[in-house]
C-alpha cells in the first residue's frame, strides 16, 4: 500500500503565528485530509521548536525560564491549529524526552558513520560572564559603516558580517571587552554530500515547486560548508558525548530531526516499524511544506542528515514551499504592525472560512495579498452564496414541499461523467501539490452545480412534469454527496454538516451516492453570512 509522510514545518516558539504561516502550513494539511480518504497509510507531523538563543535571550530579558517562554507559545499553536482542524497525527515539540533521546541516538549514529569531527578554534569569551559568546552576543564596531552594532549583522547598514571582522568588541550582556579562548566544537560533515545533493536535486526537482528548484540550485553553487552541531548554551539537548558537558546541540540539527522523532514515535504507538515506514521502496511519497525560507533546509540539510543516518531511508520526495502572504499589498513586518496572527482568526471566523481563502489565494507560485475584507467576500460568496445555497435550495425545497421524501431518478448521465471525473483530476492536482489549482477547481464545481439548478429550474418539473423532477433532484443530490468528499480536504466543517444531513458514512476519495430512501429530516444551514461591514 502507498504510504504518505507530510512533514509541516517546525514554527520556533518565541512569537504569535501570522497568516504567513498559515498560508504555508495549511496545503499540508489538505495533502493529509486527502491522503487518509485515499486510503493511503498517511503520518502528518510537526511540532513546535523550543531551543536556541532568540528563546534564552527573551527568557533573561522577562526574567523567566526559556521553558515558561517556549511553552507558552507552544500552547498558542497547538490551540491555532486545533481550531483551523490540522489533523495531525502528532504535533509535538523539541523538548520531549522522546525527541532528546532519539536526537541523541541519531547524532551517535551520524558519528559511528564517520560524518562527524571535532574542531578547535579561538572562539570570544566573556571573563566576567564565564562563557563563550555567539556573535549575536557581542556588540562591536561594524566594519562597514563603523556604527556600534551587534555581532551577525548591523542594524544601521544592514552588512552580515563574522563578529571577528568587528573591532572594539564587547560581551552585549555585561558590556566588558571579549576575550579570545580555544573552544571545541564537533562538525558536521556537511560538505562530503556536495555531489549526492546535486544528483538527489536533479533525479527529484520535477516534484518541487520551482523556488525550491532554484534556492536549492544557488545554495549548492556555493558549496556545503561544513557545519557546527554543538554550541556553548544551556538550554537545548545535551551532546551524548564526552567532553560536551557544557555544550547542547545545535537547534538547525535536531529541529529538522523532529520530522524523523515525530513519525517514529506515531509508529510506535501505532505498533508500525519506524524503518519500514522510512524505507525507500518506491511506495512512500515524502512531502515537506514550508515557507521559501526554509528551503534548503529541506532539499539540502536534512536530506543529507538523513543519508548520514541511513542510506535506505526515503529522502523528501516533494517540496510544498510557499512564496510570502503581503498584508493588504504592503510587506507584512512587525515593525509595520500589519501582521494577522492566526490567534485572532482562529477566534473570530469560522475554520472552513479561513482554510478556503488561504488555500484558494495561496502563495503557491508568487507573493499574494492577504485582507480580511476579502477573506469575508470570498466567504460569503462562495461558501454561503454558492455551495451553501445551492444545498439549501435543493434540500429546504424538498423538506417544505415533500416532507423530506425524495423522489426516484435518474442521475443525468453527463453530470455523472464530471463529478466522477473530477476524483483523478483533483486528485492529481492535489497529490501534486497544486493545491490552490484544486481549490479554483472547487470554485468550478460550485459554479456548475448552481448553473444546472439554474438551468433545471426544478421549482417548474415539481409542478409540471414529477418524473423530470425525479432526475433533476438525484442529479443534484448525487452533485451534492460528492461535494461532500470532494470538498472534504479543504473545507471540513461544511461538509461534514452535509455528509451527515444526506446520511453518508465517511468521507473517501471515489464517487458516492445517497442511501436508497433517504428522507430528510430538516435542511441545515452549512454557511452563515458574515457582515462584511464588520471586517
Ligand atoms: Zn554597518
Ligand atoms: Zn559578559
Redesign the pocket.
Known amino acids: 500500500m502507498k504510504r504518505v509522510l507530510i512533514g509541516t514545518a517546525w514554527p520556533y516558539a518565541n512569537n504569535l503565528l501570522h497568516v504567513g504561516h498559515l498560508a504555508a502550513l495549511l496545503p499540508g494539511d489538505v495533502l493529509a485530509r486527502y491522503s487518509r480518504m485515499k486510503g493511503y497509510e498517511t503520518i502528518m507531523v510537526s511540532g513546535s521548536d523550543m531551543h536556541g538563543t532568540p528563546i534564552t535571550e527573551r527568557a533573561r530579558k522577562e526574567g523567566v525560564s526559556p521553558a515558561s517562554i517556549a511553552g507558552r507559545y507552544h500552547e498558542e499553536f497547538v490551540d491555532n491549529f486545533k481550531k483551523l482542524l490540522f489533523s495531525f497525527d502528532l504535533y509535538t515539540h523539541t523538548d520531549t524526552d522522546f525527541h532528546k533521546k532519539e536526537v541523541q541516538a541519531f547524532l551517535r549514529k551520524i558519528n559511528e558513520n564517520g560524518y562527524l569531527y571535532e574542531t578547535f578554534e579561538p572562539q570570544d569569551y566573556c571573563e566576567t560572564c564565564g562563557r563563550f559568546l555567539s556573535d549575536r552576543e557581542i556588540e562591536g564596531k ?1 566594519p ?4 556600534v ?1 551587534r555581532g551577525d549583522q ?1 542594524e ?4 552580515s558580517f563574522d563578529a571577528d571582522k568587528m573591532t572594539d568588541k564587547v560581551c552585549r550582556t555585561c558590556k566588558k571587552p571579549t576575550a579570545t579562548r580555544v573552544n571545541k566544537h564537533l562538525m558536521f560533515r556537511l560538505s562530503a554530500f556536495q555531489q549526492k545533493i546535486e544528483d538527489f536535486a536533479a533525479e527529484n526537482g520535477q516534484h518541487w515547486r520551482w523556488n525550491a528548484v532554484n534556492e536549492t540550485k544557488k545554495y549548492l553553487e556555493q558549496g556545503l560548508p561544513d557545519r557546527a552541531v554543538t554550541r556553548d548554551l544551556d538550554w537545548g539537548i545535551e551532546v551524548p558525548l564526552p567532553g560536551y558537558e557544557n555544550k547542547r546541540v545545535y537547534v538547525w540539527f535536531e529541529a529538522v530531526l523532529g520530522y524523523l522523532t515525530a513519525c517514529k514515535k506515531v509508529c510506535e504507538d501505532h505498533g508500525r516499524d519506524f524503518e519500514a515506514f522510512m524505507k525507500a521502496d518506491g511506495d512512500l511519497a515524502a512531502y515537506y511544506v514550508h515557507g521559501k525560507d526554509n528551503i534548503p533546509f529541506h532539499t539540502v540539510i536534512y536530506p543529507a542528515l538523513q543519508m548520514a543516518i541511513d542510506s535506505a531511508m526515503q529522502l523528501p520526495t516533494h517540496i510544498i514551499s510557499s512564496e510570502y502572504v503581503n498584508m493588504n499589498d504592503e510587506k507584512m513586518s512587525k515593525s509595520k504592525g500589519n501582521l494577522i496572527s492566526v490567534h485572532e482568526l482562529a477566534e473570530q471566523y469560522p475554520a472552513d472560512a479561513v482554510r478556503f481563502y488561504t488555500m484558494l489565494f495561496n502563495p503557491e507560485r508568487r507573493d499574494v495579498n492577504f485582507s480580511i475584507a476579502e477573506m469575508v467576500q470570498t466567504y460569503n460568496k462562495f461558501l454561503c452564496g454558492g455551495f451553501g445555497n445551492f444545498v439549501n435550495r435543493n434540500l429546504s425545497f424538498l423538506v417544505k414541499k415533500f416532507g423530506g421524501v425524495i423522489p426516484k431518478g435518474q442521475v443525468e448521465p453527463a453530470v455523472k461523467a464530471y463529478v466522477d471525473g473530477l476524483y483523478e483530476s483533483l486528485g492529481a492536482k492535489i497529490e501534486g501539490g497544486e493545491l490552490r489549482d484544486a481549490t479554483e477547481t472547487m470554485v468550478e464545481v460550485i459554479q456548475y452545480a448552481n448553473k444546472y439548478y439554474d438551468d433545471a429550474k426544478p421549482w417548474v418539473a415539481a409542478k409540471e412534469d414529477a418524473a423530470r423532477f425525479g432526475d433533476i433532484t438525484a442529479t443534484c443530490l448525487y452533485l451534492m454527496a460528492n461535494m461532500a468528499n470532494l470538498f472534504a480536504p479543504v473545507i471540513p466543517v461544511g461538509t461534514e454538516v452535509l455528509r451527515d444531513m444526506l446520511r453518508l458514512p465517511k468521507a473517501v476519495w471515489e464517487p458516492i451516492a445517497p442511501p436508497d430512501g433517504l428522507v430528510l429530516t430538516e435542511a441545515k444551514i452549512l454557511y452563515t453570512r458574515i457582515e462584511e461591514s464588520a471586517s
Open positions: 561594524c562597514v559603516c563603523g556604527k552594532t548591523c544601521f547598514c544592514m552588512a
